[in-house]
């Protein structure tokens, strides 16, 4: 019974991943992140600069949410929503600054 508790609480604190979470940002991607695309500039507007990004070079889907940039898992992003402000639904692991991704749509106006 002890050997069970402590495998238990073992992974319960090994585990980074918090509850579901909501997330509001702009899609972008990991190598142009929160410095934006002007540097990059691998097509006319950021939203291209993005796909290019993905598509050429390797980089991963992530969203900026004004302050940090998490790089988004799980689900496919769709390319129409690059460049937008989205709200995703998710659980945060922290220690990777990840987003496993339950849920994506365009965010509301404001």
Not at 11 to 27: C, D, E, H, K, R
Not at 43 to 59: L, Q, R
Not at 69 to 90: D, F, K, M, N, T
Request: some cysteine.
């Amino acid at each position: 019974m002890t050997r069970v508790i402590v495998t238990l609480f073992g992974l319960t604190v090994l585990s980074p991943a918090g509850g579901t979470q909501t997330f509001t940002g702009t899609i972008t991607d990991d190598i142009c992140g929160k410095d934006g695309h002007a540097d990059m500039r691998m097509g006319p507007t950021d939203a291209e600069c993005t796909v290019a990004c993905i598509e050429g070079h390797g980089a991963r889907f992530a969203l900026y949410d004004g302050r940090d940039v998490y790089i988004l898992s799980g689900r496919r992003i769709p390319e129409g929503l690059a460049a937008q402000r989205v709200r995703v639904v998710g659980r945060l692991d922290a220690t990777i600054k990840t987003i496993r991704v339950d849920s994506i749509a365009a965010a509301k106006a404001q």
